[in-house]
Structures are given as C-alpha cells and as structure tokens.
C-alpha cells in the first residue's frame, strides 16, 4: 500500500460536565486526506483545499503530529528511508469548536501508521496526535484526538501518565451541532475562565461527570440528559457566542437531551435519541439563528463508533 | 409480621476522587437492628446496646429517620394507628468514618417499610435516612446512608433533584479498612477544607470519579486503581489522621488497587483484588499501628451487594 484515503472526523469536547475530560466522535462531519508512501524522507504537506492553512510541515498540524509520531518511531524501531507526502481536503472551519486540528492531526498519524504497517495501536497514536493540538492551541489536549482516533465518547483520566478510556455509545444517541459564523478564539474562550472553582460547584460538576459516564455504560438516555449540566465553564463562556440560551433551551423544548458549548466553541451541541428529534433540533436552532440574520453551519449525526477510517 | 431482625452495613464515602458524591457498602461490618411494630402509636428507642447514644427519638438519627418517613407515609398513603420500637445493637463505632449514624438511620427505616408492606423502594427510603444524617452532622448528605440501603457502589449525581445511582462492584474487590481509636470530629475534618479550588485539580478530580465509574462498570480493576485519587481533600484531612502517609504507602506496597480517608476519617481503607490481597492490607495495616502503640480495629470486608438486609 502505497496511498491511503481517509475521513478524520470533526468532534465535541467537553460535553458540558467534562470540561477538558470528556469527547465524541461525529460521523458525518469531518475532513478528508490522502497520505502518500513517497521515497524522498520527510513529511511534506502537498496540497489544503478548502482552508487557508501553512504548507509548511513544521506549521501545519498535520506536519507536527507526523514528524512527533515519525521521531517515535525511529527511536523505538528502525530508521525510516522514506516520507510522505499529505493533502488535506478541510470541510472543518478552523476556530468552529468541533475538532477542526485534531481531526488533521490525528488523519496524518492514522494514515501514516497503517502505510507502515499499524505498529501503533489506535491508543498509541493519540500521544503524537496531541503534538499537533500543541501547535494548534498552546496546550497539547487530547479531548478532542482521543475520539477523533478511538470513535465513540472517550475520557482523558490523566494527562500524566496519559489515561484514555474508550466508551461505547448507545447507539440511538445523536448529535446536531449548529455553528454560528462568528469568530471565537481559543485564546479568548480561555481567559474568561477562572483558576479556581468552589468546592460546591466542584462536586456537582463531578457527580455529573460520574452520572454521565455511567448513563453511556447502561444506556440510559434519561441519565445521560440528567448529567449534561455544566456547573463552571458554561456560565462563563456562553456569553461569548450570540443566542447561546435561546438555542440551547430551543434544543431542549425539541426533546434535547441535554446541550452546552462544543469545545471552547462557538458551536453548540444538542445530544437526542433518534435521528428525528436531532432532525427536529437542528431545525428548530437553525430558525433561532435565522431570525437573527446570523450565517451559520449545521450538523446531525449519529456518534461515531469507529473514530477516523479509511475510505 | 410483627417484628423484624436486620444487618445494617457499615459503608465507605468519598472513595478518595468522589468526595460527597461516591459510596460503598460493607458486608461483615455493621450494627444490627430490631424494629417491633406495636400497637402504641409513635416510634420508641426501646435499647441500644454498645454505645452511648440518646434513647429520645428526636435526638437519635434512627428515630428522626424514621419520623421523617411516617409524616411522608401519612401525607401520601393513610394515616397510621400504630407506631415502633427500636433496638439498636451497635458494633460500629460512632465517629469512625465508616458510617456508624448512616447504618442506623437506614435501618430504621428499611425495617419500617417492611412492616408497612413496602410502600417505598429502597431508593425512595434514602430521603428519610438523609433526616438522620441531618441529626448527626448538620447536613443531610446521602454518601453513606445510599450504600447502606442500596448495596454495591453508588453516586449521588444531584441533591435538587435527589438523584441515585447505583452501580455493582466487580465481585472480586475487597476492602480493608483500619480504625485508629482517635477522635476526629466530622466537624474538625469539615474545618480544613477550603470553600474553592483550582481549576487544574477538578479537572484531575473529575477525571478520576469518571475512571473510576468506568472501572467499576468495565470490571476493570487496574483502572480503579488508577482513579482511586484524591487531589482536593485528602492533602488537607491525611494530616488529621495518625499515620495515614505510611498506612497507604503499606497497603500500596502490600497490593492494594489504592487507598484513602473512609468518610471523614480516622478510618483509612483499600481496595484490593480478591481475600487474600485485602488479609495481606489488613496484617500489614495492624503491623503499622501496633508499632505505633495505637489502638485499632480492622475490617476485611468484600463489597455488600445488598445492603441493609433481614436476618
């Protein structure tokens, strides 16, 4: 095999209670990439269609995440003697709050593993996959590679040593994540965050995390809406994306489960049972921001059980 | 039936990461309970044998449970032309951390539901076992008094609305718990902690309270080591208790999946995977105190899948 073909799925991180924890994998929403097995040794980024991204590897966080990946691997292996090249073919905008650099950077390192033959499990990859979150956002996260890599919700336990839980969803769980076209950086949605909580908030904000993950595991749908508070991030940040509380509260009188801030946002997620009342939702959000005249994108997908494939 | 002979469990709260919210119950440490039904309307604490506790009922957690579900009961059913006696005969300590006010106040009112013909599921009971809990400490909390009516583990997701999970243990863990004969008040353990804290570690805390749920239900028992963390509490109580660094340290040492403060403290306890791995915890953990010259009790215990039960 000399060139693979992959979809690398947009994400939700977060989830309301999981603040830096918790992630899913969409299905229908993602970039698609071509890896190529080439014999000149490097990683060079060939082509991006449809984002105005740096080509150049060391910028590019595709590019990092392989060469972190590629170091790995030479150190623990054998000497490579040949590169690869990538084209990136983005649907994700960058700044939308849905995975739009972890989904380049776990695609590269995905593609560039099977061309080698998968030394590294699904799990390994997402440590190399981080680098390129590092490039992207300072910070080298992984709530949103983890279930890029892995599919369906996982949980970052620990960043030291990395601890990544990998859950199914049930499976008639859906998404409908709407994207106002406005521009949040991640640099903003940071700094309105405190550095320290109250232990009241605290607690409720981990009982929910608890409730959550233990609604995935018993398929308990009413639990999983239960739990979908944010006790902490949510108050702070929602005022940052216009129509954040009408949108929500539309999803939930269309039968949302529950519904909070995707990512660092500004996309807004809504979890339902069944693809009609995730239909219904995106329907119903898409008029709140209709009648407010402001342009935006919208998703509906079931969760991805599989993380990023080749096609 | 007329009169009714019940085990009332001993339980752990917090469970290091899960402060106010997680619990376990214990299966060979707890009180026992007889409750009478008599044609004298009210509820009488007729005895309590080892230990030095009010026989009024409004001044003892049993009796005001109890009360507390009466007033529900005659609200919502009929109203009642009998009424109760008590016998408590405990064997767990009050100030142990081990849930000694939470055993009696829910067998009062498991006993009582029996008699009555079940009115109440054991979840509903936990309302009225919370009264005792009032009593006892000034807060109505459901960490412990949950475990002992439920069994297995449980999460107390939310207060408002009361909201509990109850989740069963891998069948192989035990606990070990040791009980150094000091006196720390609840209130003495509630004084140390700080009303906030930092972001950085409820991330870390909330990571490990969903480890450890996903653990329980994946039966994996490495993972609830790894979760058995506590970033928040157990820096600030640990110093309150005698020894606690070195009795960890041993149980760690000695095979323990982790270990941490049981409830408020004193008693410290461990996870372990199977009898013999906790019977090692316990020879070491005794070793530790008797070196010290403090007096202790010790508890092998698996994990009660039941609860409060009739014997």
Same mark, same amino acid.
């Given at each position: 095999?000399?060139?693979?073909?992959?979809?690398?799925?947009?994400?939700?991180? /977060?989830?309301?209670?999981?603040?830096?924890?918790?992630?899913?994998?969409?299905?229908?929403?993602?970039?698609?990439?071509?890896?190529?097995?080439?014999?000149?040794?490097?990683?060079?980024?060939?082509?991006?269609?449809?984002?105005?991204?740096?080509?150049?590897?060391?910028? /590019?966080?595709?590019?990092?995440?392989?060469?972190?990946?590629?170091?790995?691997?030479?150190?623990?292996?054998? &000497?490579?003697?040949?590169?690869?090249?990538?084209?990136?073919?983005?649907?994700?905008?960058?700044?939308?709050?849905?995975?739009?650099?972890?989904?380049?950077?776990?695609?590269?390192?995905?593609?560039?593993?099977?061309?080698?033959?998968?030394?590294?499990?699904?799990?390994?990859?997402?440590?190399?996959?981080?680098?390129?979150?590092?490039?992207?956002?300072?910070? !080298?996260?992984?709530?949103?590679? !983890?279930?890029?890599?892995?599919?369906?919700?996982?949980?970052?336990?620990?960043?030291?040593?990395?601890?990544?839980?990998?859950?199914?969803? &049930?499976?008639?769980?859906?998404?409908?994540?709407?994207?106002?076209?406005?521009?949040?950086?991640?640099?903003?949605?940071?700094?309105?965050?405190?550095?320290?909580?109250?232990?009241?908030?605290?607690?409720?904000?981990?009982?929910?995390?608890?409730?959550?993950? !233990?609604?995935?595991?018993?398929?308990?749908?009413?639990?999983?809406?239960?739990?979908?508070?944010?006790?902490?991030?949510? &108050?702070?940040?929602?005022?940052?994306?216009?129509?954040?509380?009408?949108?929500?509260?539309?999803?939930?009188?269309?039968?949302?489960?529950?519904?909070?801030?995707?990512?660092?946002?500004?996309?807004?997620?809504?979890?339902?049972?069944?693809?009609?009342?995730?239909?219904?939702?995106?329907?119903?959000?898409?008029?709140?921001?209709?009648?407010?005249?402001? &342009?935006?994108?919208?998703?509906?997908?079931?969760?991805?059980?599989?993380?990023?494939?080749?096609?």
């Amino acid at each position: 095999m000399k060139e693979i073909k992959l979809f690398c799925p947009a994400t939700i991180a /977060n989830l309301s209670c999981g603040f830096d924890v918790l992630g899913l994998c969409l299905d229908n929403a993602g970039d698609e990439m071509i890896i190529r097995k080439v014999d000149q040794k490097g990683i060079r980024i060939t082509k991006i269609v449809g984002a105005d991204l740096p080509l150049e590897t060391e910028k /590019n966080v595709s590019g990092v995440a392989a060469i972190a990946m590629l170091e790995a691997y030479e150190s623990h292996f054998e &000497p490579i003697t040949f590169g690869f090249e990538i084209e990136i073919y983005k649907h994700i905008k960058a700044g939308s709050g849905i995975g739009s650099s972890a989904a380049s950077s776990a695609g590269a390192v995905f593609g560039i593993n099977e061309l080698l033959g998968k030394p590294y499990s699904r799990k390994d990859l997402v440590q190399f996959a981080m680098q390129g979150e590092k490039l992207a956002s300072g910070n !080298a996260h992984a709530d949103n590679v !983890a279930p890029a890599l892995l599919g369906g919700f996982t949980l970052v336990r620990s960043y030291s040593p990395l601890d990544i839980i990998r859950i199914d969803s &049930p499976e008639e769980l859906f998404a409908t994540v709407v994207h106002p076209q406005i521009e949040l950086k991640t640099s903003d949605a940071r700094s309105v965050l405190k550095q320290n909580v109250s232990l009241k908030s605290a607690i409720m904000q981990w009982g929910n995390v608890g409730g959550l993950i !233990a609604g995935l595991y018993t398929k308990d749908y009413d639990l999983i809406g239960r739990s979908l508070h944010d006790e902490i991030v949510e &108050p702070l940040r929602s005022v940052l994306i216009p129509g954040f509380d009408l949108i929500k509260q539309t999803a939930l009188e269309n039968g949302a489960l529950g519904s909070g801030i995707s990512g660092s946002g500004p996309s807004i997620f809504a979890l339902s049972r069944g693809k009609n009342t995730a239909d219904q939702i995106a329907k119903a959000m898409s008029e709140v921001y209709e009648n407010m005249n402001l &342009p935006y994108e919208i998703h509906v997908s079931k969760i991805n059980p599989n993380g990023v494939r080749i096609i």
